[in-house]
């Protein structure tokens, strides 16, 4: 597939990053603040950064307020995409979905697997669009997370950004 073709430079993507957990805090939020200062490391702006509880209304309600407030360009949340009771991230987005990005979970769980094996099975990292935002659910792991930025979602931002925009 050809890539989007546009002229003059493109805003850099404004980000926010939600960790969904009930133990953690700014404090203790390890992978949170790894992701913050890696996106801004690499010259994105990053306009929030917060924790929500493990419940699909508050997961739901932090989602919205900030696709449809902040104006963000890319959502990324950390956590809740096991298969516990507790785990409600993608119960919670897929809702909101107005596209998916089918293929981020697969090609998520299948570089997983070259790194840490079948576990990589147990993950429900989901992609897809809300609005004019890429959103992005992955597993609260810090290497779960490093793969998913590096291998996937930096590679692609500048083309899916550009098809979002409609350019």
């Known amino acids: ?52 509880s493990e419940h699909t209304t508050a997961v739901r309600t932090a989602v919205q307020t900030l696709v449809h407030g902040n104006k963000i360009d890319v959502l ?38 070259r790194e840490v094996g079948p576990a990589a099975m147990f993950s429900r990292a989901l992609g897809g669009r809300i609005g004019r935002s890429l959103v992005f659910c992955l597993p609260g792991a810090s290497r779960a997370v490093q793969l998913a930025l590096d291998r996937l979602i930096i590679p692609e931002l500048e083309h899916l950004l550009a098809m979002v925009r409609g350019r």
């Open 1 to 52: 597939m050809a890539r989007a073709k546009h002229s003059g430079p493109e805003p850099n993507p404004r980000f926010a990053v939600v960790t969904v957990s009930d133990t953690k805090t700014r404090e203790t939020d390890k992978t949170g603040t790894w992701l913050h200062r890696q996106l801004e490391k690499r010259g994105h702006e990053v306009v929030q950064y917060s924790i929500v």
């Open 76 to 113: 990324i949340t950390l956590g809740g995409t096991g298969i516990t009771d507790r785990d409600c991230v993608p119960e919670a987005i897929e809702p909101l979905l107005e596209k998916r990005l089918d293929g981020f979970g697969e090609l998520f769980r299948y570089v997983s697997y």
